[in-house]
């Protein structure tokens, strides 16, 4: 990239990026705590607040 506003572009870009894959991550982590069940006897999101699936 050249010129005065070349420069600003790839921090631009990478911080687009990096938003994206936060979003993402926060969405997969959301999931999994709703589909997760109990285990170990460690209960599960599910059952320790049912009235969230309701």
Do not use: I, N
Not at 18 to 32: D, I, L, N, Q, Y
Not at 44 to 49: F, I, T
């Amino acid at each position: 990239a050249s010129g005065p506003f070349g420069a600003a572009t790839r921090p631009a870009a990478l911080d687009a990026l990096c938003s994206a894959a936060a979003r993402v991550f926060a969405r997969a982590m959301v999931h999994g705590l709703l589909a997760a069940t109990t285990a170990g006897g460690v209960p599960a999101y599910r059952d320790v607040w049912p009235e969230a699936f309701a």
